[in-house]
C-alpha cells in the first residue's frame, strides 16, 4: 500500500544575516494573527470572511498569514466537532509559531559543501538567513528532500524552546510503502490508558509477548498543572494561567513522542507487526463517571498517542487496524463472560471462571484477538498468558507484577519526530 509518509525534523538555526529579534517579532505578530481569529469567530464572522480580513491587516506575507488563518480555525473545527468541548484561547504571553510554506516564507537551499542554507521571511521585506544545524541523519534526509523528486519539503514553523529559535521542517515522501495488513502475522494489541499503555502481540499459534509501558508521570503533571491552574483563577492570575496550561500541552506532548517510539520499537521485534486499536469515534460521548474523572479522561490524549504510534510505525513499513472497542476491558479471554464486576482497577478476576490478570494487559490481549478476528483469522487459545512486565517509561526498568511506581523524572524531550500518514 501506497501512502504519503510526513516526517517533522527540527533544527538549530545558526544565523548569518538579521537577527533572533526579528523571528521574535514574527511569532508576535503570529500570535496576533491567530488571536484576530479567535476575536472574530466568537464575534459571529463567517470563516470565509474571517481570512479576508486577517490577511489585509497582517504584516506578513498573505500566504504566511493564510497558514496561520488554516490552523487556528483547524483549532476551531476540532473545538466545535467535540460538542463544543475545549474553546481555543487567545494567547497573549507566549510567541506563537511562525508557519510558513516552502518557497514562500522560507525556503531551503543547499549549498556546495552540503549544508542546508535557510532564508526565513519574518515579516514582509524583513528577513532571517543562515545556516540550519541538526543531527546528522535529518540533515541528510533534507538534502535528500531538496533533490529527490519523490520527497517534498513543505510546511514550516519557527518555534521557540529553551530560550533559542528553532526550524521545524515537514518533509513528505510521496509514494511511501506500508505492508498491507492483510498479509500480517502478529497482531499488537494496544489498549491506551489514563497512566500506560499496554501492548500484546498475538499470532494464530499463541501469544508471543506482552508489556505494560507506564508513564504516571503525565497523569501526576497533569493533575498538578490543573491544581495550579484551579489556584490562579481563584487569584484571578489569568495571565500565567494560560502560560501553565501551554507548559502542559509541550509536557504532554514530549511524553506521548517517547512512549510512541517506544511501542513501535516494541512491535518491530516480531514477524510481519499489525498495530491493533479501539475505534476512539464517539468516545467522549460515552465517557460520564461524574465531574472530577470527566475532566480527567475526556482531556487524556487517547487518539493522540493513537496518531504517533500509527505514523511512527508507517516509517517502519508497519500497517494499522481499528476494532470495535466495546468490551475489551470487561469480557473475560477464557470463559468470554462480560460484567463490569470481573474489573477492579487495575486487577481483572472472572467473576464466573476465576481467571485473573492485569487488567490493562488482558485488555490488550482482547484487542489483539478481536485484530485476529476481523482479518478472518483464527484466535488461540489465551489461557496461559506469559507473566506480565510492566516497564517504567522514564528508564526503562522492568518491575514484577502487581508493583505501582509513581515516576517524577522530568526534563525529557520529544525525540524530534512528528507527522503524519495519509492515503
Known amino acids: 500500500m501506497q501512502k504519503s509518509l510526513t516526517r517533522t525534523l527540527i ?14 517579532q514574527g511569532q508576535r505578530e503570529a500570535r496576533r494573527v491567530v488571536n484576530e481569529v479567535f476575536r472574530l469567530d466568537r464575534e459571529g464572522y463567517d470563516w470565509d470572511h474571517i481570512e479576508e480580513l486577517v490577511v489585509d491587516r497582517s504584516s506578513h506575507v498573505k500566504n504566511t498569514t493564510q497558514r496561520l488563518v488554516e490552523k487556528a480555525i483547524d483549532a476551531l473545527e476540532r473545538y466545535y466537532d467535540e460538542d463544543d468541548y475545549g474553546y481555543p484561547r487567545q494567547n497573549h504571553e507566549d510567541e506563537f509559531p511562525l508557519r510558513m510554506n516552502h518557497g514562500e516564507g522560507y525556503a531551503l537551499t543547499l549549498s556546495d559543501s552540503g549544508a542546508v542554507n535557510f532564508r526565513i521571511t519574518a515579516k514582509k521585506r524583513t528577513f532571517v538567513r543562515g545556516t540550519l544545524q541538526a543531527s546528522r541523519d535529518q ?82 503533571e497533569r493533575h498538578e498543572f490543573f491544581t495550579i491552574r484551579k489556584r490562579m483563577q481563584s487569584a484571578g492570575q489569568t495571565a500565567f494561567e494560560n502560560t501553565m496550561q501551554d507548559r502542559e500541552k509541550r509536557f ?58 500509527t505514523y511512527k510505525a508507517a516509517w517502519n513499513s508497519i500497517p494499522s487496524l481499528k476494532i470495535d472497542p466495546e468490551y475489551t476491558s470487561q469480557e473475560c479471554i477464557v470463559c468470554g463472560h462480560t460484567n463490569r464486576s470481573n474489573r477492579k482497577k487495575k486487577r481483572f478476576k472472572c467473576v464466573r471462571c476465576g481467571f485473573q490478570d492485569h487488567a490493562d494487559r488482558k485488555a490488550a490481549v482482547s484487542i489483539s484477538a478481536k485484530g485476529l478476528q476481523k482479518l478472518d ?47
Not at 533544527?11 to 521574535?24: F, V
Not at 512512549?259 to 460520564?288: C, G, H, T, Y
Not at 506480565?388 to 502487581?402: D, F, T, Y
Request: hydrophobic share 35%; charged share 25%; aromatic share 4%.
Open 377 to 423: 483469522r483464527n484466535v488461540p487459545a489465551l489461557n496461559n498468558l506469559p507473566v506480565v512486565r510492566v516497564r517504567r517509561q522514564c528508564n526503562g526498568a522492568s518491575e514484577p507484577p502487581g508493583h505501582d511506581p509513581v515516576s517524577t523524572v522530568r526534563g525529557h524531550q520529544t525525540d524530534g519526530d512528528s507527522g503524519s500518514v495519509s492515503s
Open 11 to 24: 533544527c538549530q538555526l545558526d544565523i548569518d544575516e538579521g537577527s533572533p529579534r526579528l523571528l521574535t
Open 139 to 220: 540533515i541528510e534526509l533534507l538534502q535528500t528532500a531538496l533533490t529527490d523528486d519523490v520527497w517534498r519539503v513543505g510546511t514550516a514553523e519557527v518555534v521557540s524552546r529553551h530560550g533559542r529559535h528553532e526550524l521545524h521542517v515537514n518533509v513528505t515522501h510521496e509514494t511511501g510503502t506500508v505492508r498491507s495488513k492483510d498479509t500480517s502475522t502478529t497482531f499488537v494489541g494496544v489498549d491506551v490508558n489514563e497512566d500506560n499503555v499496554a501492548l500484546a502481540a498475538i499470532t494464530e499459534a499463541g501469544v508471543e509477548d506482552s508489556i505494560v509501558i507506564e508513564y504516571s508521570e503525565i497523569k501526576q
Open 252 to 309: 504532554v506532548h514530549d511524553r506521548l513522542h517517547q512512549v510512541s517510539r517506544r511501542v513501535v520499537e516494541w512491535a518491530n521485534q516480531f514477524e510481519d507487526p499489525v498495530f491493533v486499536f479501539e475505534d476512539l469515534k464517539d468516545m467522549r460521548d460515552s465517557i460520564d463517571y461524574g465531574t472530577r474523572m470527566n475532566r480527567r479522561l475526556h482531556s487524556l490524549p487517547f487518539a493522540q498517542l493513537q496518531n504517533f504510534v
